[in-house]
């Protein structure tokens, strides 16, 4: 899924190419995109864009006369730049018309799950915003205090929109990785200078990613987003080598997500095992990476 990075990316790659132009046409190539009735779709063609900014994970287009288009891409949800009137074809859920150009809102898989909403005014966005603290515009404090507001594993804390803005699976385990800190900690279980780490370990990893993503992008519209991207740490690198350490990544599975870490800097040469696998194994089940290692030698 697009994080806070990709998000601040595509809407620095949007602005210079359709704000302040007109939407002329939009073609809905799949109906299901489409969550909401009131305002109509047809209402917004004609108008001049006036904002673009991120809200959470979703981007959201501002419009005259109040109109707002708010995109989630959820996991697969991707945008293409064409030129004006490009074909919406194979992928493509729907197209944005603009005097400029035309803007592709694709998504791969069988999985449909982006979402269009069309809404009127501020209030009408309000149900949009997760209501998450921005990381990057936040003080310690803050971020300290909406950290223990729950009594939640870290990588649930940072990947929870109610918590903390546009951090998903990717960055929650580059910004564990970082702090070394593990996944399964509980937030009440952290001290002091613990969290004083993962304040500025969040804030490094977004902004180094933001800054790596808009160097590769350049002056091109954003194609390669991806959760998986070379020279991250941990995440989508099971079983490769940590860069810090050199111990092989591990990682579990819940659902539809899973968490990457290392063993050796992150939780002390525990290996974390999730609910299904360790019942499962039981006493097979190697407790720490040097018993695990030791299996495989």
Same mark, same amino acid.
């Given at each position: 899924?697009?994080?806070?990075?990709?998000?601040?990316?595509?809407?620095?790659?949007?602005?210079?190419?359709?704000?302040?132009?007109?939407?002329?046409?939009?073609?809905?190539?799949?109906?299901? =995109?489409? *969550?909401?009735?009131?305002?109509?779709?047809?209402? /917004?063609?004609?108008?001049?864009?006036?904002? #673009? !900014? &991120? +809200?959470?994970?979703?981007?959201?287009?501002?419009?005259?006369?109040?109109?707002?288009?708010?995109?989630?891409?959820?996991?697969?949800?991707?945008?293409?730049?064409?030129?004006?009137?490009?074909?919406?074809?194979?992928?493509?859920?729907?197209?944005?018309?603009?005097?400029?150009?035309?803007?592709?809102?694709?998504?791969?898989?069988?999985?449909?799950?982006?979402?269009?909403?069309?809404?009127?005014?501020?209030?009408?966005?309000?149900?949009?915003?997760?209501?998450?603290?921005?990381?990057?515009?936040?003080?310690?404090?803050?971020?300290?205090?909406?950290?223990?507001?729950?009594?939640?594993?870290?990588?649930?804390?940072?990947?929870?929109?109610?918590?903390?803005?546009?951090?998903?699976?990717?960055?929650?385990?580059?910004? =564990?990785? *970082?702090?070394?800190?593990?996944?399964?900690?509980? /937030?009440?279980?952290?001290?002091?200078?613990? #969290? !004083? &780490? +993962?304040?500025?370990?969040?804030?490094?990893?977004?902004?180094?990613?933001?800054?790596?993503?808009?160097?590769?992008?350049?002056?091109?519209?954003?194609?390669?987003?991806?959760?998986?991207?070379?020279?991250?740490?941990?995440?989508?690198?099971?079983?490769?080598?940590?860069?810090?350490?050199?111990?092989?990544?591990?990682?579990?599975?819940?659902?539809?997500?899973?968490?990457?870490?290392?063993?050796?800097?992150?939780?002390?040469?525990?290996?974390?095992?999730?609910?299904?696998?360790?019942?499962?194994?039981?006493?097979?089940?190697?407790?720490?990476?040097?018993?695990?290692?030791?299996?495989?030698?």
């Amino acid at each position: 899924m697009p994080e806070l990075p990709d998000i601040v990316v595509y809407v620095e790659a949007l602005s210079p190419r359709i704000l302040g132009q007109t939407l002329e046409r939009v073609r809905l190539a799949r109906p299901f =995109l489409l *969550r909401s009735v009131s305002p109509s779709l047809s209402e /917004v063609e004609g108008k001049k864009l006036l904002q #673009i !900014r &991120r +809200l959470g994970k979703r981007i959201v287009l501002g419009f005259e006369d109040g109109l707002f288009l708010v995109i989630h891409l959820m996991i697969a949800g991707r945008f293409r730049w064409k030129p004006r009137g490009a074909p919406a074809r194979g992928i493509a859920l729907a197209a944005f018309d603009f005097s400029s150009g035309t803007l592709l809102l694709t998504e791969a898989g069988s999985k449909k799950r982006a979402s269009l909403h069309v809404v009127r005014g501020e209030e009408g966005l309000r149900p949009h915003d997760p209501g998450g603290l921005e990381i990057l515009d936040a003080e310690y404090p803050r971020f300290r205090a909406a950290l223990v507001r729950e009594r939640h594993t870290l990588k649930r804390a940072l990947t929870d929109p109610r918590i903390f803005s546009g951090i998903g699976n990717a960055y929650s385990d580059e910004v =564990l990785h *970082r702090a070394r800190l593990s996944p399964a900690r509980r /937030v009440d279980q952290l001290r002091e200078d613990e #969290i !004083r &780490r +993962l304040y500025a370990s969040a804030r490094e990893v977004l902004l180094d990613w933001t800054e790596k993503i808009r160097a590769d992008a350049g002056e091109r519209f954003p194609e390669n987003v991806t959760a998986f991207r070379e020279g991250m740490a941990v995440h989508g690198r099971y079983g490769k080598p940590c860069p810090a350490c050199g111990t092989a990544v591990q990682r579990i599975v819940y659902a539809e997500n899973e968490a990457n870490y290392c063993p050796r800097c992150q939780t002390g040469g525990k290996l974390l095992a999730d609910r299904a696998l360790s019942r499962l194994l039981r006493g097979d089940w190697p407790r720490t990476i040097d018993d695990l290692e030791s299996r495989r030698a």
